[in-house]
């Protein structure tokens, strides 16, 4: 055997055990609780479709760890607490066809809501009428992705993020269930995103002062009309003038006046000038 042979054969025997030691490192950190989520696998979809399937199984996730490990913990229960989200998120990812689902954002929820629980909660409390506890788990559930989404994805548009919360509460929720999301995340948005509710109110407000300026050019331009109509109805028009007839007995006997007059005319002239020769002969 060659020593060529013999290294390449010493290099793959030393790369196995690398790959074996990795392999029972990353096992031995699941099994700790300390699992990492990748959140940039570009091989899965991350359109807004792909974003809006990630919500969904958060919030089924979401569902799962609240009545599960979060109950237990609230209730001291914490011998019972056997259902981690990365436990979950791990499960969903093995039982579900995820390849057109947001994976780095479905992990990122699962991740970082159930770390923030005691500040999101703290959140929708301020906004609701009654406890935590008399609230439903699947609004529970919307509620939280709700919060954490005006407080830490800012990028997303406060409408996108109510719009998005009423689209859960019809796929998972009860029927009335949307009018205490919607009040809810309403506040909170008011809180959160005062800037952007500012911005987007005075777009509104100038939207609609554009739109009244046609309005007004159209309502003072069938007054303009009228007054033109009326200018053009005063004005003499061609129908309108008197005409005269051949046919007009006035005009008849003034013309036989003037024949008569013309007439006496030339008679008073033919006398005088038969005078003034007369006068001439006798002289």
């Known amino acids: 055997m060659t020593d060529q042979l013999k290294r390449a054969i010493s290099a793959a025997k030393t790369a196995q055990t690398k790959d074996e030691q990795a392999e029972a490192t990353r096992v031995a950190s699941s099994s700790a609780g300390d699992q990492t989520f990748e959140m940039s696998e570009s091989s899965y979809k991350t359109s807004h479709t792909a974003i809006r399937k990630a919500r969904r199984f958060a919030m089924q996730g979401l569902y799962e760890w609240l009545v599960t490990d979060r109950r237990f913990d609230i209730g001291g229960n914490l011998g019972w607490k056997d259902n981690a989200p990365h436990d979950i998120?791990?499960?969903?990812?093995?039982?579900n066809a995820m390849h057109t689902v947001h994976i780095?954002?479905?992990?990122?929820?699962?991740?970082?809501i159930p770390e923030q629980i005691e500040a999101l909660d703290t959140l929708i409390s301020q906004h609701l009428d009654r406890g935590l506890d008399k609230l439903d788990t699947v609004e529970h559930a919307i509620l939280l992705i709700g919060a954490y989404e005006l407080k830490n994805r800012l990028e997303i548009p406060y409408k996108v993020v109510l719009d998005e919360a009423m689209k859960l509460n019809n796929h998972f929720g009860a029927t009335d269930a949307h009018k205490?999301?919607?009040?809810?995340?309403?506040?909170?948005?008011?809180?959160?995103?005062?800037?952007?509710?500012?911005?987007?109110?005075?777009?509104?407000?100038a939207a609609q002062a554009d739109a009244q300026q046609?309005?007004?050019?159209?309502?003072?331009?069938?007054?303009?009309?009228?007054?033109?109509?009326?200018?053009?109805?005063?004005?003499?028009?061609?129908?309108?003038?008197?005409?005269?007839?051949a046919n007009n007995a006035n005009v008849k006997r003034n013309r036989a006046n003037n024949t008569s007059n013309a007439k006496a005319n030339i008679s008073d002239f033919k006398a005088s000038k038969k005078n003034n020769t007369d006068a001439k002969n006798k002289d």
């Open 104 to 112: 780095g954002y479905y992990h990122e929820m699962m991740r970082d």
């Open 214 to 245: 046609p309005e007004a050019q159209t309502a003072a331009a069938p007054e303009t009309a009228s007054k033109a109509d009326t200018d053009v109805e005063n004005k003499p028009s061609a129908s309108t003038k008197p005409r005269i007839s």
């Open 89 to 95: 998120a791990a499960r969903t990812r093995a039982t």
């Open 180 to 205: 205490l999301i919607n009040a809810v995340l309403d506040k909170m948005t008011v809180e959160l995103r005062s800037l952007e509710v500012q911005a987007d109110s005075k777009n509104k407000s």
